[in-house]
């Protein structure tokens, strides 16, 4: 077995109150925050879940057949804990997924579970970070 190991790294500006850009490496932005019309961190969390996964899935699937229905959802419980602080619980990532008719469909239908299992226990670095309860540092960089 062999262990690469690369930074990730993610900057956030604060547009307001509330409203922030985040910037990736590659210049990609996404506003979120408080407000109408802007994803919270909570369903950016929940987003980076099933994105990670319907990439793996979609990958692993759509070289059989393109589907004709690729919708995910993520859901969770959101516990607010007086003594334990706030937190997730039972996050659900939900696959409707369709493929045509014939044989090629077959395939990709058959590759589901698979994808599933493979993102879940071994692809999907965000569902895998969660679950291996990674700390998380907040650190102030200057005075």
Request: proline fraction near 2%; charge should be negative; aromatic fraction near 4%.
């Amino acid at each position: 077995m062999s262990r690469t190991v690369s930074t990730r790294s993610v900057s956030i500006t604060r547009d307001s109150l509330g409203v922030y850009t985040a910037t990736s490496a590659s210049g990609a932005t996404l506003q979120f925050g408080q407000g109408e019309g802007l994803l919270s961190p909570v369903e950016l969390l929940l987003a980076a879940v099933a994105g990670c996964s319907s990439i793996d899935v979609d990958h692993m699937t759509s070289r059989r057949a393109e589907p004709t229905r690729f919708d995910v959802t993520a859901q969770a419980d959101a516990v607010k804990d007086t003594a334990e602080g706030n937190i997730l619980e039972n996050v659900k990532v939900l696959f409707d997924l369709a493929f045509p008719e014939g044989e090629d469909g077959d395939k990709a239908r058959a590759r589901v579970e698979a994808a599933l299992r493979q993102s879940a226990e071994k692809d999907c670095t965000v569902s895998r970070t969660i679950e291996a309860e990674t700390s998380v540092e907040l650190l102030q960089t200057n005075a």
